[in-house]
Structures are given as structure tokens and as C-alpha cells.
T-cell receptor, first 114, second 109 residues
Framework: NAGVTQTPKFQVLKTGQSMTLQCAQDMNHNSMYWYRQDPGMGLRLIYYSASEGTTDKGEVPNGYNVSRLNKREFSLRLESAAPSQTSVYFC?????????????FGSGTRLTVV | RKEVEQDPGPFNVPEGATVAFNCTYSNSASQSFFWYRQDCRKEPKLLMSVYSSGNEDGRFTAQLNRASQYISLLIRDSKLSDSATYLCVVNTNAGKSTFGDGTTLTVKP
């Protein structure tokens, strides 16, 4: 099984450009998440979706939007990229709400905004 | 004060050493606890859950101390392949997960 698949793996944007990060999971998990990780820091939650059809803000939602397209797919959109959004983005899924089984992460998207 | 705090290290140990990491949390309503391993430029991967009674998986032992609000990870007989960053994760019963910033371990020959 592929687990959690993210695309693209790398991206360079100019300030003000927009883009969508794609995430899909094949584990039939209800909950999906978008995190960002900055150097030397822990993961910070951007948005999450506890189930198909629902989305909620996390700790750092400003500048982002999300869409839970179906049970498998959860996308993250940057409408007008800013240098402060340079980061590594991880999508994750979880089978029973927030745990206690833990998360499965995708391999990440390394985004640079210049 | 951060909700979840870890000693960032780095911990530099020789092969075969025993090393322990602690992670303290501030929310007494925290319900579930995990250790993740993250290799350089890779995604975090679940290492083990932490149970109230403590649990062991091979060379790895996790402990929970609710009274003092910390969890620990003990690695025995360290291998070169154990070199990584170890993240603790604390979940509340409201479903909120908080990650620590990680502790970096380097195991040297």
C-alpha cells in the first residue's frame, strides 16, 4: 500500500503566486491533517479534517485554505504565497480521530517562496 | 512556556550506549502519548505509543509519569541506525495533538 501520497515533492514559488498541495491516502482513514515544519521546530497544525465534509482550523491557518474532496483526498491551497510560508509541509492521516493509533505521514513537500 | 518541551540535544553517544530522552507536557488533561522518529529531510514515523504501565519494543522502552507530567524514551545498545530526531507527541481528550520540537541523537562508531 502507498499509505499517504503527497505531490509535489518540491516547489519554488514567487511571492504572490498560488498553488495547491495534493494529498491522498489509501488506508480508509477518516481524519486527515496538514502540518508545516520549520527548521529546528516541531510540527504545527495548519488545518485538519476529522471526517469527509468537515474541515477545521489548526494552530497556523492564516494564508491557507483546504478542501476535503472525498475520504481519500485533502488538498492545501496557498492563494498568495509569502516568504514566511517557506517550509516543509506534511500531510497525515489517522484512523480513529486523533489517536491513540497515531498518524501516518506523507513524505512531505519542500516549498520555497522567493 | 511551551505545551510540550524536549531537550533539543544533540545527544552524541557511542555505539552500544544507553540513552534516555524526556519530554514534559503542561496540559494535565493529556490522554495519549507517542514517540516518533524523524530522519533528516524525511517524514516523522511512529516509533511507539506510550502506555501508563510503560511499554517496551525491543531495545526501546517508553515510560509515562502522569504525576510529574513527563514521558521518557530509553534506547539500549544504541546502533548507528538509531541516529535521528525523536519527537514526542501529546494528545488531549479533545483531540488536540501537540508535537515537541524534537531531540537529536547521533550515535558514533
Amino acid at each position: 500500500n502507498a499509505g499517504v501520497t503527497q505531490t509535489p515533492k518540491f516547489q519554488v514559488l514567487k511571492t504572490g503566486q498560488s498553488m495547491t498541495l495534493q494529498c491522498a491516502q489509501d488506508m480508509n482513514h477518516n481524519s486527515m491533517y496538514w502540518y508545516r515544519q520549520d527548521p529546528g521546530m516541531g510540527l504545527r497544525l495548519i488545518y485538519y479534517s476529522a471526517s469527509e465534509g468537515t474541515t477545521d482550523k489548526g494552530e497556523v491557518p492564516n494564508g491557507y485554505n483546504v478542501s476535503r474532496l472525498n475520504k481519500r483526498e485533502f488538498s492545501l491551497r496557498l492563494e498568495s504565497a509569502a516568504p514566511s510560508q517557506t517550509s516543509v509541509y506534511f500531510c497525515a492521516s489517522s484512523g480513529v480521530g486523533w489517536g491513540p493509533i497515531g498518524y501516518t505521514f506523507g513524505s512531505g513537500t519542500r516549498l520555497t517562496v522567493v | 512556556r511551551k505545551e510540550v518541551e524536549q531537550d533539543p540535544g544533540p545527544f552524541n553517544v557511542p555505539e552500544g550506549a544507553t540513552v534516555a530522552f524526556n519530554c514534559t507536557y503542561s496540559n494535565s488533561a493529556s490522554q495519549s502519548f507517542f514517540w516518533y522518529r524523524q530522519d533528516c529531510r524525511k517524514e516523522p514515523k511512529l516509533l511507539m505509543s506510550v502506555y501508563s504501565s510503560g511499554n517496551e519494543d525491543g531495545r526501546f522502552t517508553a515510560q509515562l509519569n502522569r504525576a510529574s507530567q513527563y514521558i521518557s524514551l530509553l534506547i539500549r545498545d544504541s546502533k548507528l541506525s538509531d541516529s535521528a530526531t525523536y519527537l514526542c507527541v501529546v494528545n488531549t481528550n479533545a483531540g488536540k495533538s501537540t508535537f515537541g520540537d524534537g531531540t537529536t541523537l547521533t550515535v558514533k562508531p
